[in-house]
């Protein structure tokens, strides 16, 4: 069994399709996922291809890549999710049913800033080149949202009356003191 390669040490001219396909054996005997080799393939073919357009190689082997069967399976069912919701700690959820409703990544697309969510067209948007796509997204507010995001609103309001400053609609850091900033509270 071959150890992980990177091709790091390998000449281009010496890698044919035949030692790629050896490559992929050796991987997948590794347990490494198809989607793991695929990524590892896609940046072997973008090499050969920036290689070939500076002239550095001559010809680019056929790269096939894998079959990934890991479309998402087991969905939440409202009864589950709130068993699930009822065990967490008060402040995460807002943002665990922020995600539940909308289908949004948590770390990348949940935790917004409050000029995202627009309370009077009852949307919140998510901006170009902030998803994994890097394209715009924008959800309605449905009554469940709206009155998470409501509360939520009534919350930041509260705390930023006392000289705390909350920009983010779901705080995963806490809020930040005017204080701290050098500016005076009030």
């Not at 901006?127 to 995001?149: D, S, V, Y």
């Not at 983010?168 to 005076?184: A, C, I, N, Y």
Request: glycine share 6%; charged share 25%.
């Amino acid at each position: 069994m071959l150890a992980r390669v990177t091709f790091t040490s390998w000449k281009a001219s010496a890698l044919s399709s035949d030692r790629i396909m050896t490559y992929i054996k050796s991987r997948q005997s590794a347990e490494a996922a198809n989607a793991t080799i695929n990524r590892e393939l896609a940046a072997l073919k973008r090499s050969f291809r920036l290689g070939l357009r500076a002239g550095l190689v001559g010809k680019v082997p056929y790269i096939g890549l894998l079959r990934e069967d890991n479309a998402r399976q087991g969905f939440f069912e409202p009864e589950q999710f709130e068993a699930v919701r009822r065990h967490l700690p008060e402040p995460l959820r807002p943002v665990v049913t922020f995600a539940y409703i909308t289908g949004w990544r948590i770390r990348s697309e949940v935790l917004l800033r409050w000029s995202q969510v627009d309370f009077q067209h009852g949307w919140v948007r998510l901006e170009p080149g902030t998803t994994k796509n890097k394209q715009g997204r924008m959800f309605p507010l449905t009554p469940e949202l709206r009155a998470i995001l409501e509360a939520q609103r009534q919350h930041t309001d509260t705390l930023q009356k006392s000289g705390t400053i909350i920009p983010d609609l779901l705080p995963d850091s806490g809020p930040v003191k005017v204080t701290e900033l050098g500016r005076p509270p009030g």
